[in-house]
């Protein structure tokens, strides 16, 4: 009897002995776990690399910016920042910032229902068929939108003929070459931009949510003002900034929609590069540019915050 738990115990060693993995079965199982390890690094490594191209053409152009014309990379200077408080840049400035924010507005607001039939609707091929027609400004080039708007909007163009037509107008309206018409340029091309997000945040809010507000008695304008958009916010407000940002950087669609008479940003650093081959001036106004965008969007996601963190303490 007394041997018997030295056996128990011999045997014991003997299966945790057969049981360990041997050395060469350890460093398997060790690069294994490191290769699982490095693998999200090695899915990471595209994007890493785009942004660091990203990140390396944001340095030379704030670099070049405190540049002399003719000896960009030797020269410092702050006079091309000192030459940007003229009236006319800084009026160029404003009204590049206020066409994004007008455009972010209006797309939001045309985004919202579209959006929420693509969440809304059960047939996967009407789905499709709204996931199509909002994609496919993005699929079209620039430069052929603004050429459609330019038939469009012409005085001679589709919306006029309409507009005589139905006798809303004696005479044609002059929508090119207008902050009116540069406006509904800009909404069409970044609408899809608005879309997308919302309707990611809206198929993730349950219909119990609503099927629930609806059975308390709440009509659909209520449900929709209270319970979808509040939790649908933080798709909204990626789709406005992805819209902002977008519409602060345009030029295709400005420059052939609004020409020299509606100067927004991006026309003005073309016109430092092209003719003047300035291209010191040209980089400042686009870190300015570059600066006022960013900071707006950054306020925008404080006074957000600001606003969720007064609402969970009320």
Not at 2 to 15: E, I, Y
């Amino acid at each position: 009897m007394n041997g018997m738990p030295a056996l128990f115990s011999r045997r014991g060693r003997a299966d945790v002995a057969a049981a360990a993995p041997s050395g060469a079965s350890r460093a398997d199982l060790a690069n294994s776990v490191g290769g699982t390890r490095a693998r999200p690094w090695l899915l990471l490594a595209p994007i890493l690399v785009f942004l660091a191209v990203l990140a390396a053409a944001a340095l030379v152009v704030v670099r070049m910016s405190f540049g002399v014309s003719g000896n960009e990379w030797r020269a410092y200077t702050l006079q091309n920042y000192v030459d940007l408080a003229d009236g006319y840049f800084l009026r160029s400035l404003w009204l590049t910032l206020r066409l994004a924010f007008q455009s972010m507005i209006f797309a939001v607001l045309l985004a919202i229902p579209v959006a929420l039939a693509m969440a809304r609707t059960e047939s996967r091929f009407m789905r499709r068929l709204l996931l199509a027609g909002v994609l496919l400004p993005l699929l079209v080039n620039l430069l052929l939108q603004g050429y459609g708007w330019l038939v469009i909007l012409g005085p001679a163009g589709l919306l006029n003929h309409a507009l005589l037509g139905s006798g809303l107008v004696s005479r044609p309206v002059m929508w090119l070459y207008r902050e009116h018409g540069v406006l509904l340029g800009l909404i069409q091309t970044a609408f899809p931009l608005a879309v997308l997000p919302m309707s990611s945040a809206m198929r993730a809010i349950s219909v119990s949510y609503e099927e629930a507000a609806a059975t308390l008695g709440a009509t659909r304008f209520q449900t929709m003002r209270d319970i979808v958009l509040p939790l649908a916010m933080p798709g909204i407000v990626s789709g406005a900034l992805l819209v902002f940002a977008y519409n602060a950087s345009a030029f295709a669609v400005p420059l052939l929609l609004g020409g020299r008479r509606v100067p927004m940003l991006a026309v003005l650093v073309h016109d430092q590069v092209s003719p003047l081959l300035n291209w010191p001036a040209a980089s400042a106004s686009g870190v300015v540019l570059m600066v006022a965008t960013l900071s707006l969007m950054a306020l925008s996601q404080w006074l957000l915050r600001r606003m969720r963190r007064l609402e969970e303490s009320a």
